[in-house]
């Protein structure tokens, strides 16, 4: 897939400022509603924030469009989860008075995620296999940007965000992976080693921060 060198080119460092739009939509809850603030931001916590807002959406947006060309399950009920991603991190920047804005749907300030969102816009629309295989390789990496931003910070309010919202990546994943294989194909990792992956895999549903 064309759109895997530039997911692995990626540079997820400070963004500088992002623009984002609009108000975020009510949606059912897969995490906890996030902690206030307690410990001010550094700069790269702020611009790690608004990045993985910006990557949440990046899923949302995608599993709608996917969702409208071949009415899986899977995108129907993972895109309502990416919105409730995004929330919970809107309501942590809101809490720290973090200024940010969510563009429109399909539209990204961050000219990496543009151009991964349009990629997965001509591969998806090929096949449904082709479409699933996207949703398990957005859920990889994202359980792997979730831990290194973890990794970075000593902040438990963003700690406990990050951690909620990779335990819905873990489900998001093994929900793709399921569908794939009961078409018959197969997903291999890209971003997560084999051992993690398989230890994921072999995981059950998990209740995350319920």
Not at 119 to 144: K, P
Not at 177 to 205: C, K, M, R, T, W
Request: net charge negative; with cysteine.
């Amino acid at each position: 897939m064309q759109a895997m060198n530039t997911w692995k080119t990626l540079k997820l460092g400070t963004l500088g400022i992002i623009i984002l739009s609009a108000a975020l939509g009510a949606c059912k809850k897969e995490e906890n509603d996030s902690p206030a603030a307690s410990v001010p931001l550094t700069e790269d916590e702020k611009s790690d924030l608004l990045f993985m807002l910006e990557e949440e959406k990046l899923a949302r947006d995608t599993y709608i469009a996917m969702e409208a060309a071949w009415s899986t399950t899977q995108f129907a009920n993972i895109k309502n989860s990416e919105q409730t991603h995004m929330n919970r991190i809107a309501d942590l920047l809101q809490a720290n008075n973090v200024p940010y804005l969510i563009l429109p749907e399909g539209q990204f300030a961050n000219p990496a995620l543009q151009d991964l969102y349009d990629q997965f816009m001509l591969d998806g629309a090929v096949s449904e296999a082709n479409a699933l295989r996207i949703g398990a390789t957005i859920e990889d990496l994202d359980i792997v940007d979730l831990q290194e931003r973890m990794d970075a910070t000593a902040n438990a309010s963003i700690d406990m965000v990050y951690s909620n919202l990779q335990c819905g990546s873990r489900n998001h994943l093994r929900s793709y992976v399921g569908a794939i294989a009961a078409a018959g194909g197969s997903y291999a990792p890209q971003f997560l080693s084999q051992a993690e992956y398989d230890a994921i895999l072999s995981g059950d549903h998990e209740n995350c921060g319920q």
